[in-house]
């Protein structure tokens, strides 16, 4: 199965980013249609994750933060244990699993922040929400095969393979 789900995670990522951006939502997507566990919820509670946090490039990768809602989805914090610190604490296993997550991005790409990505993949930083900013991320490739699609799908697979190995399905 984990070649299979991630393969086809990593596939449905590259496709959503190109079609339709919002890199956090196209990796939230993706998971969830791989791994068949939608949840239309956390869906639309990453719109705001994208492009570092509002397009703003500034925060971390989107489609970082989107895979590691979609882990938290399946084994963080229930809002009815409010006060199960122990869930949250740094050797808990949520956590442990996330920093693996986080180590496949600093391995990959040295950083997890958006603007440190683009200027891995492509060169430089684009301050996407300026107009004249985009139309050069557009023309560089942002949303071809060396861009942002290429990092939603490598999210996604990455992230598809932990639940995966965890058995968490």
Not at 29 to 54: E, M
Not at 85 to 102: G, H, N, T, V, Y
Request: a negative charge; proline letters at 2%.
């Amino acid at each position: 199965m984990a070649k299979n789900v991630a393969e086809r995670a990593y596939e449905l990522g590259k496709e959503y980013e190109k079609k339709y951006m919002g890199c956090s939502q196209c990796c939230v997507a993706a998971l969830q249609d791989a791994l068949d566990i939608r949840n239309d919820d956390i869906f639309k509670a990453s719109t705001g994750l994208a492009g570092g946090g509002c397009g703003t490039i500034d925060g971390s990768c989107g489609a970082y933060v989107g895979a590691i809602m979609v882990l938290s989805s399946l084994l963080g914090r229930e809002r009815d244990k409010f006060d199960d610190f122990e869930s949250i604490a740094p050797d808990s296993r949520a956590f442990k699993l996330m920093r693996k997550f986080r180590e496949k991005y600093i391995q990959e790409y040295g950083s997890v922040i958006c603007r440190n990505i683009q200027t891995k993949t492509l060169g430089r930083p684009y301050y996407i929400i300026d107009p004249d900013e985009f139309k050069k991320f557009e023309a560089i490739g942002g949303h071809d095969d060396k861009g942002c699609p290429v990092v939603v799908g490598k999210a996604a697979k990455w992230m598809a393979e932990l639940i995966e190995e965890e058995g968490l399905l």
